[in-house]
T-cell receptor
Framework: QKEVEQNSGPLSVPEGAIASLNCTYSDRGSQSFFWYRQYSGKSPELIMSIYSNGDKEDGRFTAQLNKASQYVSLLIRDSQPSDSATYLCAVNINSWGKFQFGAGTQVVVTP | GAVVSQHPSWVICKSGTSVKIECRSLDFQATTMFWYRQFPKKSLMLMATSNEGSKATYEQGVEKDKFLINHASLTLSTLTVTSAHPEDSSFYIC?????????????FGPGTRLTVL
């Protein structure tokens, strides 16, 4: 069984601070990794994709991948109340693009 | 780009009736579509993978005769919940990708909230 693990939270972050979210995965052969944001009652929206070891930055978001440690993370800089949501880590597990999702980390940004 | 729509956004039906949910890719051809369900405060549960022109692949524990999936074209997949019962009440979400490779991002529709009375 291929697994993706995330801390469920809630992760409480003061406004303006950095939120750090972690994700580990079990399938060493996985090559593609994604972070989605899901607001309560809404569907997930893609934030970032990452395929190579190292960092990838997009605006206030930075994804980090370490395939040797089977670890992917997401940093949210200058956190805003609008960043309060559940963040889902997803790992591609087959050639059709099937994902294994983590259970999600709830982030609460406090003013 | 990469917009996926779903219809209806919400539906209330009586127990025993069937409900059809449509998922459309609006600006790309979706080789593969995925159907998920999500209960309140729970994670996404993949129900099935739908490839255009072929039968859907269902996840373990998902009844294929109850959840009928048809991927009739490269822009449309439908999920029919047959003989719905209150325990089928959930948030159903589809997603799509355009290439079927292992680098493809999935783009999600807005979801359909089903309530069975």
């Amino acid at each position: 069984q291929k697994e993706v693990e995330q801390n469920s939270g809630p992760l409480s972050v003061p406004e303006g601070a950095i939120a750090s979210l972690n994700c580990t995965y079990s399938d060493r052969g996985s090559q593609s990794f994604f972070w989605y944001r899901q607001y309560s009652g809404k569907s997930p929206e893609l934030i970032m994709s990452i395929y190579s070891n190292g960092d990838k930055e997009d605006g206030r978001f930075t994804a980090q991948l370490n395939k040797a440690s089977q670890y992917v993370s997401l940093l949210i800089r200058d956190s805003q109340p609008s960043d309060s949501a559940t963040y889902l880590c997803a790992v591609n597990i087959n050639s059709w693009g099937k994902f294994q999702f983590g259970a999600g980390t709830q982030v609460v940004v406090t003013p | 780009g990469a917009v996926v729509s779903q219809h209806p956004s919400w539906v209330i039906c009586k127990s025993g009736t069937s409900v059809k949910i449509e998922c459309r890719s609006l600006d790309f051809q979706a080789t593969t579509m995925f159907w998920y369900r999500q209960f309140p405060k729970k994670s996404l549960m993949l129900m099935a993978t739908s490839n255009e022109g072929s039968k859907a692949t269902y996840e373990q524990g998902v009844e294929k005769d109850k959840f009928l999936i048809n991927h009739a074209s490269l822009t449309l997949s439908t999920l029919t919940v047959t003989s719905a019962h209150p325990e089928d009440s959930s948030f159903y979400i589809c997603s799509a990708n355009s290439g079927g490779s292992n680098r493809e991002e999935q783009f999600f529709g807005p979801g359909t909230r089903l309530t069975v009375l």
